[in-house]
């Protein structure tokens, strides 16, 4: 059965700064990937997804993940951050052919001015 | 503007109430999704359904059932609440494939 897992529960960084939200999984077989963002009080959003192709992929809001198959992981990056981008960010996987999506555990992002 | 319906924002039932937690989604998905969110544990999947009145096991099945009659609308249902059942929960739906879930605002629920 596939994994995910996200190293890190909290991440604070001051704004402007980067930030890297790391993501591994496991699994036997081919797989998507995803990068889901909750803000405060809502539901959970696409940010980003991996199917095939160019191992990097990018969000409009300056978001961008790249999926490396040999250390199995998909983690997200942004080069600088804003206030705005204070949210959960949840990493998920889909396996071809199943229809299920299973979820990391989350990073909350914090960003001090 | 695709949406996903949870019935409640917040719900507070009592210790071995039969509680049914209402989704419903207007974008015609095949796929419907019941998830819980707990602080550290992130989201764990309790049941899906593929189609009508087809459902799958998640990872955390126990104390849960679920019903989805129509296509638009699964239902979750805790035959007896426990307080361990307190929790966030979150609706999804999918179209088949490896294609984004839209996610409803969930439902709070609080079992005392």
């Known amino acids: 059965a596939q994994s995910v897992t996200q190293l890190d529960s909290q991440v604070p960084v001051f704004e402007e700064a980067p930030v890297e939200l790391r993501c591994n999984y496991s699994?036997?077989?081919?797989?998507?990937l995803f990068w889901y963002v909750q803000y405060p009080n809502q539901g959970l959003q696409l940010l980003l997804k991996?199917?095939?192709?160019?191992?990097l992929v990018e969000s409009i809001n300056g978001f961008e993940a790249e999926f490396n198959k040999s250390q199995t992981s998909f983690h997200l990056r942004k080069p600088s951050v804003h206030i705005s981008d204070t949210a959960e960010y949840f990493c998920a996987v889909g396996l071809q052919g199943a229809q299920k999506l299973v979820f990391g555990q989350g990073t909350r992002l914090t960003i001090n001015p | 503007d695709v949406k996903v319906t949870q019935s409640s924002r917040y719900l507070v039932k009592r210790t071995g109430e039969k509680v049914f937690l209402e989704c419903v989604q207007d974008m015609d998905h095949e796929n419907m999704f019941w998830y819980r969110q707990d602080p550290g544990l992130g989201l764990r999947l309790i049941y899906f359904?593929?189609?009508?009145?087809?459902?799958e096991k998640g990872d955390i099945p126990e104390g849960y059932s679920v019903s989805r009659e129509k296509k638009e609308r699964f239902s979750l249902i805790l035959e007896s609440a426990s307080t361990n059942q307190t929790s966030m929960y979150l609706c999804?739906?999918?179209?088949?494939?490896?294609?984004?879930?839209?996610f409803g605002q969930g439902t709070r629920l609080t079992v005392v």
């Open positions: 999804a739906s999918s179209l088949l494939g490896p294609n984004k879930a839209f």
């Open positions: 359904s593929y189609d009508v009145k087809m459902k």
């Open positions: 699994s036997s077989v081919s797989v998507y």
């Open positions: 991996y199917l095939s192709g160019s191992t």
